[in-house]
């Protein structure tokens, strides 16, 4: 297994709109596994092939609190939303430090393919459900940011450029 960089944001790669995955292969587990462990060691709830810079569609995700449930969707689909919505403090592992609150489903039914390549369908609510629908975002191309006004999305962008450049002149 190995440690994945990601791409952070304004990275204009993070606006890729990601292709379907083709076929669940040896390639694909091993990618499965890859983004996994860079998730638990970035201590994130949830990780998008988007944010290191894999242009298909795969998420996986952890909201377990022992850490030890990792949940993998290949191809999601939401297939049933409520109309209920719920605000949520979100974070992002392409924003790191940076916490807003964002208005989503409060609940969804996701149709994925799992690591083994089998279909399944989970009800997700709570943490799952924002998880789902932050990391389905980020293989549209879209990062939870652009839901925030305009004002505190430049000062964001501002504050990430500039932790890259200091991050830069360190190494
Ligand atoms: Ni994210």
Redesign the pocket.
């Known amino acids: 297994m190995a440690h994945l960089s990601i791409l952070r944001y304004p990275d204009p790669r993070l606006h890729t709109v990601a292709k379907p995955v083709a076929a669940v292969d040896e390639r694909i587990r091993r990618l499965v596994d890859d983004m996994l462990e860079t998730m638990y060691a970035a201590d994130g709830v949830?990780l998008?092939a988007t944010?290191v810079d894999v242009h298909e569609r795969l998420v996986v995700i952890d909201t377990s609190p022992e850490r030890d449930k990792p949940l993998v969707l290949i191809n999601p689909e939401i297939i049933a939303r409520s109309t209920e919505l719920a605000v949520a403090e979100e974070g992002?592992?392409?924003v790191p430090q940076v916490y807003d609150k964002v208005e989503r489903h409060a609940r969804v039914t996701v149709r994925a393919l799992g690591r083994d390549g089998q279909s399944f369908e989970l009800a997700a609510e709570g943490l799952t459900a924002v998880c789902v629908q932050?990391?389905m975002d980020?293989l549209l191309g879209k990062?939870?940011v652009e839901y925030l006004s305009a004002l505190k999305r430049e000062r964001i962008r501002t504050k990430m450029l500039k932790k890259t450049r200091e991050e830069q002149r360190k190494t």
Do not use: D, N, R, W
């Open positions: 949830g998008a944010q992002c592992l392409s932050h990391e980020h990062v939870f």
